[in-house]
């Protein structure tokens, strides 16, 4: 299914350089965009680009396995001698300590869920990263990440 999404996208911006369509998005939170307009410098490029999905599975592998009734706990350890268990997404989210700015915003994504709605934090996070796990193919091919956000929109329409 994604791709044919994806074969759309390479038809609409094979079409001239100038037309780009146009999409409306509503009720859409920007922090779930920020996640994938992953801001890079020109001269960052594809490999900074999937160190930036490698890091944002790798924080949602962590939480993965808390998922589904036969989910397990986590037992996190601090620097300051804290031990806590739990299989809540949300509070393991909050006790790591990521350093990787694209998983920072993964975090973030997975804090906003908890507050608006205080349940799906794993869900948000999971659904994120397969997002991002199903585009690393393609980036390391060298499609362009904005084909991708184009491609978000379509569906959401």
Not at 48 to 64: E, G, K
Not at 132 to 155: C, T
């Amino acid at each position: 299914m994604i791709h044919s999404y994806y074969n759309w996208i390479l038809s609409e911006s094979q079409k001239t350089a100038t037309s780009r369509p146009t999409f409306e998005v509503q009720n859409l939170n920007p922090s779930c965009l920020s996640l994938f307009l992953l801001h890079l410098q020109p001269w960052q490029g594809k490999p900074q680009l999937v160190s930036n999905i490698n890091a944002c599975t790798a924080v949602a592998d962590v939480v993965r396995t808390t998922l589904d009734p036969r989910g397990m706990d986590k037992l996190i350890h601090d620097d300051k001698g804290t031990v806590t268990i739990s299989n809540d997404g949300a509070t393991i989210m909050k006790l790591l300590d990521i350093v990787h700015p694209a998983a920072k915003i993964l975090a973030d994504i997975a804090k906003s869920q908890d507050s608006e709605v205080g349940d799906g934090t794993t869900n948000v996070v999971l659904l994120a990263a397969e997002f991002l796990r199903e585009a690393k193919p393609f980036i390391e091919d060298g499609v362009h990440s904005q084909n991708f956000i184009k491609l978000i929109f379509y569906i959401i329409n």
